[in-house]
């Protein structure tokens, strides 16, 4: 089977520093796939190099078998792949009905209504809240939206950078139990970066352990945990 997105051996870096060396992984759809590490590992490096914001140094980006790497951000975003930066970047004065809007931008309008009525079903608490400007939410609800965002226009591949920062523990589980609902019945691929391995682990089929742009372990959670070196090295109390 075709993976939906695919890193081969790819390089990335700042100037004279190398970031991140020949990092290969695949998506496939439904799935969800986190890749953790430490504080500089790489993992925002990895995901601003798939989404076209960083030049890859070496190797390859595919999406659904198609090279995808070289190509602009906004090339990447119409092969349907979706990235919802740390820290969110929502529109603080817009209502939440108007940045869905903005998310559904490359969308035929008339199917934007639907699309934003089916996205409720997921976050009720947007519905709830969709005349509120984006600024007066709690962070829990200000990433809800620009997960809901981002998915407007049914990405094949949604990249979340940090979900959990910045929240409780309780509003982290509650995102990325959303998040689950979402990849398994739209059928996206999901990867998320984050640092909070015990609340990634939880949602994750697979995971890759990023330190020093390097893959250090890979596996299903289960696998990652039973290893007491990783497992103590990088996924916490996990
Ligand atoms: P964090 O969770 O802290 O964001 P991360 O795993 O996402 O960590 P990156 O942000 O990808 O890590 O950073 C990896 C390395 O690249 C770090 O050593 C960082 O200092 C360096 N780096 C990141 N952005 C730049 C930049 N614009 N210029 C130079 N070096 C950078």
New binding site residues.
Partial sequence: MTALLELDRVTLG??K?V?VHELSLRLDAGRIVSVL?P???????TVRGVAGLLPLRGGEVRLGGKRVSGFPPHRIVAERLAYVP?GRELFADMSVRDNLRLGGFTMRRRDVPARMEELFEFFPRLRERAGQTAGSLSGGEQQMLAIARALMPRPTVLMLD?PSAGLAPRTMRHVFDIVADVARSEGAAVLI?E?NAHQALRVTDHAYVLNTGVIEASGPPAELLADDRIRAAYLGEA
């Fill in positions: 700042y100037g520093i970031v590490g504080n500089g590992a790489g993992k925002t490096t740390q940090e970066a640092q």
